[in-house]
T-cell receptor, first 112, second 114 residues
Framework: RKEVEQDPGPFNVPEGATVAFNCTYS??????FFWYRQDCRKEPKLLMS???SGNEDGRFTAQLNRASQYISLLIRDSKLSDSATYLC?????????????FGTGTRLTIIP | GAGVSQSPRYKVAKRGQDVALRCDPI?????LFWYQQALGQGPEFLTY????????KSGLPSDRFFAERPEGSVSTLKIQRTQQEDSAVYLC????????????FGDGTRLSIL
């Protein structure tokens, strides 16, 4: 079983729609959680951190459920520019070696 | 620029050749990570440096892979006797090394083994 699991998609969603991605992680000792965005043939870029209290950044909302070991990302009023692969990421330790453990990524295409 | 710089951007090699990939992290960044990203997959951790010390090499897939960061700045990932399964994008990331500081990624080196 992979440490971080995501539905690879693809998700094809009309512009303006709301789309949600989910991710599960296997190690209950995981400390930090993130969503990264990766455009085709580009490097991953941090989209947002994820907290148990939930956090919002404009049209993006992220949520962590530690009991269920589950992370979500919600994108409202989707734009063409949101088309990308969204990577769920966890860090096991906050001290020293903060290596990132990535999911496979979920590919999103916004259709005009 | 001020970001993480990787070279070459693309590398094509014949099976059995040795290759060397370079990463120039953001100035002052203590932590440096190498990741391997196969087609259609998320990046996977290879190795971690804190300054010049290689503190974790648990992700290196075989003893053909070797990484160094002798002066605590530029790092080189070397792959000896390359195999076709080594074809991937190799990403380097650096961070300040303090708790919860974000990692900044380079553009990656796309390695193709023929």
């Amino acid at each position: 079983r992979k440490e971080v699991e995501q539905d690879p998609g693809p998700f094809n969603v009309p512009e303006g729609a709301t789309v949600a991605f989910n991710c599960t992680y296997s190690n209950s000792a995981s400390q930090s959680f993130f969503w990264y965005r990766q455009d085709c043939r580009k490097e991953p870029k941090l989209l947002m951190s994820v907290y148990s209290s939930g956090n919002e950044d404009g049209r993006f909302t992220a949520q962590l459920n530690r009991a269920s070991q589950y992370i979500s990302l919600l994108i409202r009023d989707s734009k063409l520019s949101d088309s990308a692969t969204y990577l769920c990421v966890v860090i096991l330790s906050n001290f020293g070696n903060e290596k990132l453990t990535f999911g496979t990524g979920t590919r999103l295409t916004i259709i005009p | 620029g001020a970001g993480v710089s990787q070279s070459p951007r693309y590398k094509v090699a014949k099976r059995g050749q040795d290759v060397a990939l370079r990463c120039d992290p953001i100035s002052g960044h203590v932590s440096l990570f190498w990741y391997q990203q196969a087609l259609g997959q998320g990046p996977e951790f290879l190795t971690y440096f804190q300054n010049e010390a290689q503190l974790d090499k648990s992700g290196l897939p075989s003893d053909r892979f070797f990484a160094e960061r002798p002066e605590g700045s530029v790092s080189t990932l070397k792959i000896q006797r390359t195999q076709q399964e080594d074809s991937a994008v190799y990403l380097c990331a650096s961070s300040l090394g303090q708790q919860a500081q974000p990692q900044h990624f380079g553009d990656g080196t796309r390695l193709s083994i023929l």
